[in-house]
């Protein structure tokens, strides 16, 4: 049976200015009614939609959900700018902070006359939100006009695991309400798009198509990425650099323990101050990349400023690996910022055809696609060739197939810090994989991406950032 939209009533009635006591008198009804609903306490006879659809001259099915395609649909044709891979914010969670913080913001800045706003969380948001700090940051961002919070635990049924409603009232009526998609790295999709989608600004969306082309123009990755991008796409990777070292630089000095009550120390200062009497080259060399990977994933537990690569939660990865790189070679910022394009294609590509979300397909999603742009950047780094570099990534994203989202008390700590360190370690190692194998390569990246999201899809529920299962259930 088609489910009755409750939101159709409202959306006619605020389009056509009626008001809830005018609809009521046309209809014969109270006006209380009207207000159930329009609110889906209740639902209206036959007679009445039928006296509705007359009223607001449209077909009665209008007030009916349409079937839906059960997954959001954010695969367009090419891709967006990859200044989107690194979006500048507050942590724990690019989906769970800096998502629900855009989608607030924009719905605020659309109701200027609102004195009071509602927002109600669903699936993963709802179930690990409070860990993740959602509700501080919906709050702050209403602020100072209050905001009600509800979480819906009970609700399965959505177009997406990070789904909100958010609503509107002024003097304690409805004047607006849409329901957000938080997608994954801070993205979101209204419902209906009533806002501009991102400009597509790449023709291609796959990585063999753009590898063909590069090797047909005779250019490396990053100067396609720079070709279709623009100078905007380089200032803006500076900016995100000078910010990616500033969080490694922060997390270094800082001592004491992470906020969230699983009264967790901050190690990255003891990791890199750390030295075996008879440290081996190699050894110092995991030390230290590690405790770069450690100061920004705990800058990222914080509530600091990170840079997402592609998330927050797996942002210590790519930065890690490019800061020790430049450290021990001297690498210019204009050389990180060609790696770091060619990264933000990886991602990209990953966001395009797959998913960069834990909700959606698990820490694969996220700790894999950033081990992947890591693998990507090194190799450009190193001068590789387009096919060395594709290994390079593709290495990195197969090894993290699998992988599950299950952060203890939904919080972005264990085994969120961790992580990172190991992927990043984990990316060095698909580079030199790679610089010496790639020629014996049986599968492409393109082939894991698909596997990827195929594989997040099986993954059953309580392993996408729900924290209902696996490490989750662990009682500290
Ligand atoms: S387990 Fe992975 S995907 Fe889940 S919150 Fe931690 S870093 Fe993100």
């Given at each position: 049976?088609?489910?009755?939209?409750?939101?159709?009533?409202?959306?006619?009635?605020?389009?056509?200015?009626?008001?809830?006591?005018?609809?009521?008198?046309?209809?014969?009804?109270?006006?209380?009614?009207?207000?159930?609903?329009?609110?889906?306490?209740?639902?209206?006879?036959?007679?009445?939609?039928?006296?509705?659809?007359?009223?607001?001259?449209?077909?009665?099915?209008?007030?009916?959900?349409?079937?839906?395609?059960?997954s959001?649909?954010k695969a367009?044709?090419?891709?967006?700018?990859?200044?989107?891979?690194?979006?500048?914010?507050?942590?724990?969670?690019?989906?769970?902070?800096?998502?629900?913080?855009?989608?607030?913001?924009?719905?605020?800045?659309?109701?200027?006359?609102?004195?009071?706003?509602?927002?109600?969380?669903?699936?993963?948001?709802?179930?690990?939100?409070?860990?993740?700090?959602?509700?501080?940051?919906?709050?702050?961002?209403?602020?100072?006009?209050?905001?009600?919070?509800?979480?819906?635990?009970?609700?399965?049924?959505?177009?997406?695991?990070?789904?909100?409603?958010?609503?509107?009232?002024?003097?304690?009526?409805?004047?607006?309400?849409?329901?957000?998609?938080?997608v994954g790295?801070?993205?979101?999709?209204?419902?209906?798009?009533?806002?501009?989608?991102?400009?597509?600004?790449?023709?291609?969306n796959k990585?063999?198509?753009?590898?063909?082309?590069?090797?047909?123009?005779?250019?490396?990755?990053?100067?396609?990425?720079?070709?279709?991008?623009?100078?905007?796409?380089?200032?803006?990777?500076?900016?995100?650099?000078?910010?990616?070292?500033?969080?490694?630089?922060?997390?270094?000095?800082?001592?004491?323990?992470?906020?969230?009550?699983?009264?967790?120390?901050?190690?990255?200062?003891?990791?890199?101050?750390?030295?075996?009497?008879?440290?081996?080259?190699?050894?110092?060399?995991?030390?230290?990349?590690?405790?770069?990977?450690?100061?920004?994933?705990?800058?990222?537990?914080?509530?600091?400023?990170?840079?997402?690569?592609p998330?927050?939660?797996?942002?210590?990865?790519?930065?890690?690996?490019?800061?020790?790189?430049?450290?021990?070679?001297?690498?210019?910022?204009?050389?990180?910022?060609?790696?770091?394009?060619?990264?933000?294609?990886i991602g990209n590509l990953i966001k395009t055809n797959a998913s960069i979300s834990?909700?959606e397909c698990g820490?694969q999603a996220e700790?894999g696609s950033?081990?992947a742009?890591?693998?990507?950047?090194?190799?450009?780094?190193?001068?590789?060739?387009?096919?060395?570099?594709?290994?390079?990534?593709?290495?990195?994203i197969?090894?993290h197939l699998?992988?599950?989202?299950?952060?203890?008390?939904?919080?972005?700590?264990?085994?969120?810090?961790?992580?990172?360190?190991?992927?990043?370690?984990?990316?060095?190692?698909?580079?030199?994989?790679?610089?010496?194998?790639?020629?014996?390569?049986?599968?492409?990246l393109d082939n894991v991406i698909q596997t990827m999201k195929e594989t997040g899809h099986?993954?059953?529920?309580?392993?996408?950032?729900?924290?209902?299962?696996?490490?989750?259930?662990?009682?500290?």
């Open positions: 049976m088609e489910k009755f939209r409750s939101q159709a009533i409202k959306e006619l009635r605020i389009q056509n200015k009626i008001s809830q006591k005018t609809l009521s008198e046309n209809l014969g009804i109270s006006n209380r009614a009207v207000s159930k609903w329009e609110n889906g306490l209740s639902q209206p006879s036959a007679k009445h939609i039928y006296c509705l659809s007359k009223i607001f001259n449209v077909p009665m099915d209008y007030f009916y959900e349409k079937p839906k395609n059960k959001v649909n367009p044709k090419g891709m967006t700018s990859i200044t989107e891979i690194y979006k500048i914010g507050r942590g724990p969670s690019s989906s769970h902070t800096i998502g629900p913080e855009k989608a607030c913001k924009i719905f605020k800045e659309n109701n200027h006359a609102a004195n009071l706003f509602k927002v109600i969380l669903y699936g993963s948001l709802a179930k690990t939100g409070k860990g993740h700090g959602t509700d501080t940051v919906i709050k702050k961002t209403f602020s100072p006009i209050t905001c009600d919070i509800e979480f819906n635990f009970v609700d399965a049924d959505l177009p997406h695991p990070n789904t909100m409603q958010l609503i509107a009232y002024k003097n304690d009526l409805e004047i607006d309400r849409i329901r957000v998609f938080s790295g801070g993205n979101i999709v209204f419902e209906n798009a009533t806002v501009a989608p991102s400009k597509i600004i790449y023709q291609h990585f063999t198509d753009i590898a063909a082309y590069c090797k047909d123009k005779r250019i490396k990755l990053w100067e396609y990425v720079e070709a279709n991008e623009g100078d905007t796409c380089r200032r803006y990777l500076r900016k995100a650099w000078s910010m990616m070292k500033e969080s490694i630089e922060t997390g270094l000095e800082s001592d004491g323990t992470l906020p969230g009550g699983l009264e967790l120390q901050k190690k990255a200062k003891t990791l890199y101050n750390s030295q075996h009497i008879d440290e081996s080259p190699e050894t110092r060399e995991n030390r230290i990349v590690c405790s770069y990977a450690f100061a920004v994933s705990e800058q990222n537990a914080s509530g600091e400023t990170i840079v997402t690569a998330t927050c939660g797996a942002a210590g990865v790519l930065p890690a690996v490019l800061y020790y790189q430049q450290q021990k070679n001297n690498f210019s910022d204009d050389q990180i910022i060609h790696a770091l394009m060619t990264a933000g294609l834990g909700a820490c700790i950033a081990c742009m890591a693998a990507a950047a090194l190799a450009e780094l190193f001068g590789l060739s387009i096919d060395k570099i594709e290994y390079a990534a593709e290495i990195a197969e090894h699998g992988l599950t989202c299950d952060p203890i008390c939904g919080l972005v700590q264990i085994p969120c810090i961790e992580r990172n360190a190991v992927a990043a370690m984990r990316a060095i190692n698909a580079v030199n994989l790679s610089s010496f194998l790639w020629s014996t390569r049986k599968i492409s099986d993954l059953s529920s309580p392993y996408k950032e729900t924290s209902e299962a696996g490490l989750a259930k662990i009682k500290i």
